[in-house]
């Protein structure tokens, strides 16, 4: 009985993937001897041949042939008398090998054996998936939906290793369920309490410059660089590229023929906005491609205080500062500079009040909200339609009205 359990183990055992052949023969050879150790004190005479095809195993122990009278130490010396038994052409001074039956172990340090054996083969499969993981860090990996928790997403790969996406790490409109597949980028593996922990993200910018090498040979080739990627997930990103081949567009190839390319990236981003320039080392026209697609009239650079004045015209502000404010953060973030927006004066402006003007008739908050799509006179607000203002800003229909009756006023 006790020998179909070990054998069970084994067939167990030559089914895992993670484990090499080599190494598995060296753990399990260790365990048998540990066992030999404690119950004779020496595994030095014995010879284990392991048969992890067919699950089966031999031990021999190896004693040398003495006089009765002579006998001092059972386990590597055997009496002539009892070799004789076993062959009657044994002679003094020669070499007995007979083998140990696993019975003679008894029932308890069995159980123990491969209670040990399994602890051992289960430790080394841990530690193998963490180190395939960890070499696997910045990969994309494909697996499916196992489980879906309120925190997080447990997802099964080829292998059926256990992977982990947390809440904070998926895309906010991502919706997944059970058996749905799902690609995501690693990006931390951990052992706690000796157990590997995988993490993946949807959300880092290595998950969308890794969709990029997928999706524009160029760059996996290396023909195309990705200087730089900031994002918001599921709403905006910007990409910085570069080539070294002055016949290459690196734009153009990354959006593909009528955006072939992007568009399986936005499909996977949950419709993400992925705006894609051309890196350049002269920051102006670097700054500019970034505020993009708002169109600069001028601005003033402050290198040592990373910051930097943008002109526009009225109509842009509202495109270079984005819905709620996103694109001028981004922009922000893509150049190492702070971005400040000054409206280019006109004939028309020369009229125009502040919207700080109006604190005593319209709530601060209001006029914060207006602020952040651009908004901070009160003429650029009345050159947007009700409409315009209720699509771009939180605010509903019935405040913008009163708002736009208060400024009209002023004008009157």
């Known amino acids: 009985m006790e020998n179909v359990n070990l054998i069970d183990t084994f067939s167990e055992f030559k089914e895992l993937k993670n484990i090499d052949r080599a190494t598995m023969m060296s753990v399990l050879e260790d365990v048998f001897r540990s066992l030999l150790a404690r119950k004779y004190g020496s595994d030095e005479n014995f010879d284990i041949i392991v048969n992890i095809d067919k699950g089966d195993f031999e ?16 386990n590597t010396q055997i009496s002539l008398l009892d070799a004789k038994k076993i062959d009657e052409d044994y002679e003094v001074g020669e070499e007995v090998s007979d083998e140990v039956k696993l019975h003679d172990f008894g029932r308890r340090a069995i159980l123990a054996l491969r209670q040990h054996l399994t602890t051992r083969i289960l ?7 963490y180190m395939k993981y960890k070499d696997r860090i910045g990969d994309i990996v494909t697996g499916e939906v196992y489980q879906v928790w309120k925190r997080e ?3 099964l790969d080829d292998d059926g290793n256990e992977l982990i996406l947390p809440k904070s790490e998926q895309i906010p409109s991502d919706h997944f369920r059970k058996g749905d597949t799902i690609r995501a ?16 993200s949807r959300t880092s910018p290595v998950f969308l410059e890794r969709l990029f090498e997928l999706e524009v040979p160029e760059i996996f080739d290396g023909l195309i660089t990705i200087k730089k990627i900031v994002r918001v997930p599921g709403e905006r990103a910007k990409v910085a590229v570069e080539s070294y081949d002055e016949r290459i567009d690196p734009v153009g190839a990354c959006v593909g023929m009528k955006g072939s390319r992007i568009h399986g990236i936005v499909r996977e981003l949950r419709n993400e906005n992925i705006d894609v320039i051309n890196f350049t080392s002269n920051l102006q026209l670097y700054i500019s491609r970034a505020l993009s697609p708002a169109k600069i009239s001028s601005l003033k650079l402050f290198e040592d205080d990373k910051r930097v004045e943008i002109y526009l015209k009225p109509s842009e502000v509202s495109l270079a500062i984005g819905k709620g404010g996103l694109n001028i953060k981004l922009a922000s973030q893509l150049t190492g500079f702070e971005i400040d927006v000054y409206r280019e004066p006109d004939s028309e402006d020369d009229e125009d009040v502040n919207l700080e003007e109006f604190v005593d008739e319209i709530d601060g908050w209001i006029i914060d909200e207006l602020k ?13 339609s009700l409409d315009d203002l209720v699509k771009r800003t939180d605010l509903e229909e019935e405040t913008i009205s009163e708002v736009i009756n208060i400024l009209k006023a002023e004008f009157e």
């Open 185 to 200: 980028v690693v990006i931390k593996v951990e052992m706690k309490n000796n157990t590997p922990f995988i993490i993946l």
């Open 153 to 155: 997403i447990l997802i």
């Open 123 to 129: 430790d080394l499969e841990k530690n193998n998936i």
């Open 59 to 74: 031990i021999w122990r190896n004693r040398e042939v003495v006089e009765d009278s002579d006998l001092e130490d059972p």
């Open 372 to 384: 952040a799509i651009g908004c901070d006179t009160a003429k650029s607000v009345l050159r947007l």
